[in-house]
């Protein structure tokens, strides 16, 4: 674990991966809620988590050094059910990547359980892990230039749903229907880092267009 001072008020904490930065990330959000911390912000990306609004960064830098990271433990709230269909422009091209039939694709997306890492690039926008390393996808070598909202998506270890339309380079794999950003709903995100994530299998109604 490194951590590096960001202004007066704040800490950056670098782990060594991904499922660490998930447990820091629960670690001090329950520290938070039963009052042991005092933070305004807590922002979790690939290996990283952002503290803003630290009374004294110095400290708590040193505190969290001097010990390994707890385990992540289990959400005790329920799953985000998202309906997709599995008929992404890509999905034939994630089918010979990984060795296997389109339908097998599907089989095996929709199997896993996933769990939201992070957040962003768009708001709603959540980076999900879950998927075994062996299924892992590059992204397109030629990214689009318009990726339409509800696309279901691959790129590296990451499954993401586009909220909104919008370049990307990701391999789209589905479409759902599912609203990810409403600003008039509270909150206005479905998925936070932590959620609990599936995609059910619905029967597609044409092809990406």
Known sequence: MRTLPVGPDALLVEVASGEEAQALHADLLRRRAEGSLTVREIVPAARTVLLDGLPAPARLAAELTSRPVPPLPPRADG?????VRYDGPDLADVAAHWGVGEAEVARI???????????GFAPGFGYLTGLPARYEVPRRSAP??????????LAGPYTGVYPRS????????????????DHTREPAALLSPGTRVRFVPVAPTGPVT
């Open 144 to 153: 689009r230039t318009s990726v339409p909202a509800g696309s279901v998506a």
């Open 166 to 181: 919008s370049p990307g380079g990701w391999q789209l794999i589905g479409t759902t229907d599912v609203v990810l950003w």
């Open 79 to 83: 799953t985000v059910e998202i309906p």
């Open 109 to 119: 997306h929709a199997d896993a359980e996933f769990r939201v890492a992070f957040c």
